[in-house]
Structure formats: C-alpha cells, structure tokens
C-alpha cells in the first residue's frame, strides 16, 4: 500500500510528461516484489489500460514466482503484459 501511489505518479508523469513523445514501453522491474495485494494488483491493470490508452504498453520484467502465482490465481496474468525472464 505505502508503495502504490509513488508507482501511480511515477508512471502517469512517464506517459503525460512528454505529451508528444510517450515512450513505446513503460518497463516495471518486479524484482524483490515479496508482496502484492488487491491495491497493488489493481493498480497494475489501471496502469497498464492507461498505458494503452496513451498508446503504450506496460511491460513487467523479472516477475517472480510469487507474484506469478498471484496473477495466476486471480486471473490477472493475460491481463498484464509479461516479459519472460531469459533462462
């Protein structure tokens, strides 16, 4: 929760900060991500729709497996766009 509205305004400057020149992709680092609740999963698909809309996508990398799980069981992972980790 104390980590939401710092990735909500880091974001939305991303996408209208530059108006003219909203960058392809918008990459969110997951790593050391331990914990994510209903706010933060909720954020993520407001963020990625937003993405969209400002003609961008969202990309999470390095999605552990535990937010994997996450997404998996609430249905979110088709939702979010997810860059699978090199092995």
Known sequence: MSTVSRLSKVVNDVLVAAEAAVPPRVVLDMDGVTFCD??????????????????????LVNVGDFLLRVL??????????????AA
Do not use: Y
């Not at 698909?45 to 937003?50: A, D, F, G, P, T």
């Not at 809309?53 to 969202?58: K, N």
């Not at 998996?72 to 980790?85: C, F, H, P, W």
């Open 38 to 59: 209903s706010q933060g999963l909720g954020t993520l698909v407001v963020l990625s729709r937003k993405a969209t809309m400002a003609q961008s996508c969202l990309v």
């Open 72 to 85: 998996d069981i609430t249905g979110l992972r088709d939702a979010l766009m997810i860059q699978e980790s």
